[in-house]
């Protein structure tokens, strides 16, 4: 039942333990603890030029032989509009006057996508896992990553994403509850409020697919671990415990506000970026949210809220995190990993027959 199954067996992994991939927070020393602690490490490629990528990746394998993930967000090119641009930028800037920061910038923003020299790089480096957020790449991206013997993942928050997924070829599933931390990894246009969380999305996702089914939100101890794989997941992903291992690169105000976060701190909203994500309140989201304007298309939005948080202002900072942050310490990658498998099987053996 625990550790070894045909996703830990696949991957090559001692647990399957997965840390999520989070876009530039997540670096090649906490990959590198994480895969040689016997989890799944990740390196989030959202914004990086593939050359940047490549060397991510070289500064992974440089710190461990172990198994790699490497992550793309996909998203269409922004469509920004005139009209809201305008009252954003207007409402934004006392914010940046506040901190002496000039005229609010135009919105930018490109798509994302793995591009000719992304995949280029991709079949080079050969990484052990490639996953997607928001979808899947064209036919012909996805074939030539598999046909390199990669493993594909990407993430479905209802039953109909997952079997859209599992239809296209992918190798596993990971069901991402609402507990989530970071971007909803929606792409079918569901509803927030219509989507559950992990204790009911889990189970619907196992028995409506064969591949195995990854279970990520709000995971951050062993006896969640043991629940998700008592609802039939055969692997975890975590991100926002993983915010509180010291080789992650968080912003310090985001390090403060994750150690005082509570069990009610988080909210789900689309004001930060332009897509909906799970963070801790503070003053920017909640002054955000009551503005009753429209965000710029993502990610374009958040290209006038990154300069915010390089104020150091946790009040004006994007405090991503899901809904089990209280349960997070500071703690070391590898101390981490080897204390949640630990506890997990303690807690498996407990319910084990005699
Ligand atoms: C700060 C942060 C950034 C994230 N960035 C990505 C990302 O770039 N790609 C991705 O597939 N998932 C990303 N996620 C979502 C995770 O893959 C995962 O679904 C989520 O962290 C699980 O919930 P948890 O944070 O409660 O553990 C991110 C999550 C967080 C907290």
Redo the contacts with the bound molecule.
């Keep these: 039942m625990w550790p070894r199954n045909a996703l830990s067996e696949r991957l090559n992994i001692r647990w399957p333990i997965l840390q ?4 530039w ?1 997540s670096t090649p020393a906490l990959a590198a603890a994480v895969s040689n602690a016997g989890g799944l490490g990740g390196l ?1 490629m ?1 914004g990086f030029a593939a050359e940047d990528a490549e060397r991510r990746i070289s500064g992974f394998r440089q710190q461990s032989p172990g198994s790699l993930n490497v ?1 793309y ?1 996909l998203w269409p090119e922004p469509s920004i509009s005139k009209e809201t641009t305008a009252a954003m930028r207007a409402h934004l800037q006392t914010h940046y006057d506040a901190h002496n920061l000039g005229p609010v910038p135009q919105p930018e923003g490109e798509a994302g996508e793995v591009s000719r020299e992304h995949l280029a790089m991709l079949l080079r480096a050969k990484p052990q896992l490639v ?1 997607f ?1 928001f979808g899947l790449p064209q036919t012909d991206v996805i074939e030539a990553i598999k046909n390199a013997g990669i493993f594909i993942i990407s ?1 479905a928050t209802t039953v109909r994403e997952a079997k859209f997924l599992e239809d296209r070829g992918v190798d596993a599933i ?1 069901a ?1 509850g609402t ?5 909803r ?1 929606t792409f079918s246009g569901a509803a927030m409020g219509a989507q559950a969380g992990l204790m009911a999305l889990l189970p619907q996702v196992v028995d409506a697919v064969k591949v195995p089914v990854i279970a ?4 951050s101890d062993g006896r969640q671990v043991a629940a998700a794989f008592m609802l039939g997941a055969s692997g975890v ?5 993983f ?1 509180r291992c010291e080789e992650a690169n968080v912003l310090d105000a985001h390090r403060a506000a994750l150690r005082r976060a509570e069990d009610s701190s988080t909210i789900v909203t689309d004001m930060i970026t332009g897509r909906p994500a799970r963070y801790i309140t503070n003053r920017l989201a909640n002054d955000l949210i009551a503005s009753g304007l429209e965000p710029v298309s993502f990610p374009a939005q958040y290209s006038m809220i990154a300069p915010l948080g390089q104020t150091g202002d946790g009040e004006l900072t994007p405090l ?5 942050v209280a349960m997070g310490r500071d703690t070391t990658a590898a101390e981490f990993v080897e204390a949640l498998a630990d506890s997990t099987s303690r807690r498996l053996r407990a319910f084990a027959p005699q």
């Excluded at 991503?320 to 089990?324: C, V, Y």
Aim: net charge negative.
């Design positions: 999520a991939p989070m876009g927070l989030g959202w992550n967000p996953s957020h993430s990971i991402q507990e989530a931390g970071g971007h990894g990520a939100g709000g995971i992903q975590l991100g926002t415990a915010l991503f995190a899901g809904q089990s």
